[in-house]
């Protein structure tokens, strides 16, 4: 099991949650990213209507988008893992430990975008499957995965912002 334990991954992104003028947890950061998405989900799961329909198409739709966009983050991953192997043998200019922790966040991040698309995909999977089983599990797994998909919305965004935000610095002074 040691080998497929996600647990590393979630831990490290949650301690790219800081905020870097005190380095502690932000507790903005982890409302908005984890409390928020939590929240509407449980209220999806207490407000779901037997009524509700979900849309074949538009969980199509989801899985397809979702998976692009993990699969494109793995890319970036794989990017920044050789951005951190280049900075260690950069010496013209020396590269700041502010730089070194913001690619390792970046990447961190990365890595928990492909994970946490992989979480939504295989709820959205599993949950229609499990609609004529058990009502109430089917409804438990539509909102893990609205849950996650919430995250995977705004983890990407932090990741978006991260990236360009080393671009920035790089961009200013780094021969490459």
Same mark, same amino acid.
């Given at each position: 099991?040691?080998?497929?334990?996600?647990?590393?991954?979630?831990?490290?992104?949650?301690?790219?949650?800081?905020?870097?003028?005190?380095?502690? %947890? !932000?507790?903005?950061? +982890?409302?908005?990213? /984890?409390?928020?998405?939590?929240? #509407?989900?449980? *209220?999806?799961?207490? @407000?779901?209507?037997?009524?509700?329909?979900?849309?074949?198409?538009?969980?199509?739709?989801?899985?397809?988008?979702?998976?692009?966009?993990?699969?494109?983050?793995?890319?970036?991953?794989?990017?920044?893992?050789?951005?951190?192997?280049?900075?260690?043998?950069?010496?013209?200019?020396?590269?700041?430990?502010?730089?070194?922790?913001?690619?390792?966040?970046?990447?961190? %991040? !990365?890595?928990?975008? +492909?994970?946490?698309? /992989?979480?939504?995909?295989?709820? #959205?999977?599993? *949950?229609?499957?499990? @609609?004529?089983?058990?009502?109430?599990?089917?409804?438990?797994?539509?909102?893990?995965?609205?849950?996650?998909?919430?995250?995977?919305?705004?983890?990407?965004?932090?990741?978006?912002?991260?990236?360009?935000?080393?671009?920035?610095?790089?961009?200013?002074?780094?021969?490459?």
């Amino acid at each position: 099991m040691g080998k497929i334990n996600f647990w590393a991954i979630l831990i490290k992104y949650i301690d790219t949650l800081r905020d870097y003028r005190t380095n502690k %947890i !932000s507790p903005g950061d +982890v409302t908005v990213q /984890l409390v928020i998405p939590a929240l #509407l989900s449980v *209220a999806l799961f207490f @407000k779901w209507s037997d009524g509700w329909v979900i849309c074949e198409d538009l969980i199509t739709n989801l899985i397809s988008c979702i998976s692009i966009i993990s699969g494109l983050m793995c890319g970036v991953a794989v990017l920044l893992f050789q951005l951190r192997l280049q900075m260690g043998s950069q010496k013209d200019p020396k590269p700041l430990d502010r730089e070194f922790t913001l690619v390792d966040e970046s990447f961190h %991040i !990365s890595m928990w975008v +492909v994970l946490d698309g /992989l979480l939504v995909v295989g709820f #959205l999977c599993i *949950a229609p499957l499990t @609609k004529n089983i058990n009502e109430f599990f089917s409804r438990l797994l539509f909102c893990l995965a609205a849950f996650f998909l919430l995250n995977f919305l705004l983890v990407t965004l932090m990741a978006l912002k991260r990236i360009s935000a080393a671009y920035t610095t790089f961009s200013r002074g780094w021969k490459m």
